[in-house]
């Protein structure tokens, strides 16, 4: 049972890039996240899924996209990339509201993406 | 979202008692409180939470303030490898996301 896996777990960007990274888990949750952590700092969320097909704006949406065309990946893409996106991302799932369990979001280990 | 209030650090002695406090003045009554930490270069955990009563699992005990507008988190017997920051956060039943402060970094001295 691998929970969430994050690709890839490093990368190198130069200014103006696009890349993707990819989130996938393996227990069927509903709910889909994808938060940035800076140096020093909380995470920060970014977008949210509450299910297959729909994405939503969490605190800092500016400069990335997502998809959630299947339910259990979810995709960060930046379709520019900028210095200030240097960072450390967290994917992290969750079943939806009314399941047993739906209060606890589930962590991948990471993917640190630095643009030069 | 409500918002929390932690102490930016602290430190204990290994074996001893942790008592993490957290503040939620503007909690609302749907609000269900969470705690979450984060060892050095992993992803956040989740470790507990709770609504009304205090609650208790294997990692850890919640004990939530009777008007609810406080709560302290408390490792029994804190060890090395409970260094770690301590993130407390509210999340609203129906709420889809939860929203992370700055947490509180926890050291822990042998």
């Known amino acids: 049972n691998a929970g969430v896996t994050q690709t890839p777990k490093f990368r190198v960007l130069k200014t103006g890039q696009s890349m993707t990274l990819l989130c996938a888990q393996d227990?069927?949750?509903?709910?889909m996240y994808w938060y940035r952590q800076d140096p020093g700092m909380g995470l920060r969320l970014i977008h949210y899924?509450?299910?297959?097909?729909?994405?939503a704006k969490g605190e800092v949406p500016d400069g990335y996209n997502v998809s959630r065309l299947k339910k259990q990946n979810f995709l960060l893409g930046l379709e520019s990339a900028a210095p200030s996106q240097t960072s450390v991302y967290f994917c992290a799932s969750s079943r939806a509201r009314g399941y047993s369990g739906a209060n606890v979001l589930t962590f991948g280990a990471g993917s640190r993406l630095t643009v030069l | 979202d409500a918002k929390t209030t932690q102490p930016n650090s602290m430190e204990s002695n290994e074996e001893e008692p942790v008592h993490l406090p957290c503040n939620h003045s503007?909690?609302?009554?749907?609000?269900?409180i969470h705690w979450y930490r984060q060892l050095p270069s992993q992803g956040p955990e989740y470790v507990i939470h709770?609504?009304?009563s205090n609650v208790n699992n294997r990692m850890a005990s919640l004990a939530i303030a009777e008007d609810r507008k406080s709560s302290t988190l408390i490792l029994h017997r804190a060890t090395l490898r409970d260094a770690a920051v301590y993130y407390c956060i509210l999340r609203d039943y129906g709420g889809n996301k939860l929203v992370f402060g700055a947490g509180t970094i926890l050291r822990v001295k042998s």
């Open positions: 709770g609504l009304t």
């Open positions: 227990m069927n949750h509903e709910y």
């Open positions: 899924s509450v299910g297959e097909g729909t994405t």
């Open positions: 503007t909690i609302s009554g749907t609000d269900y």
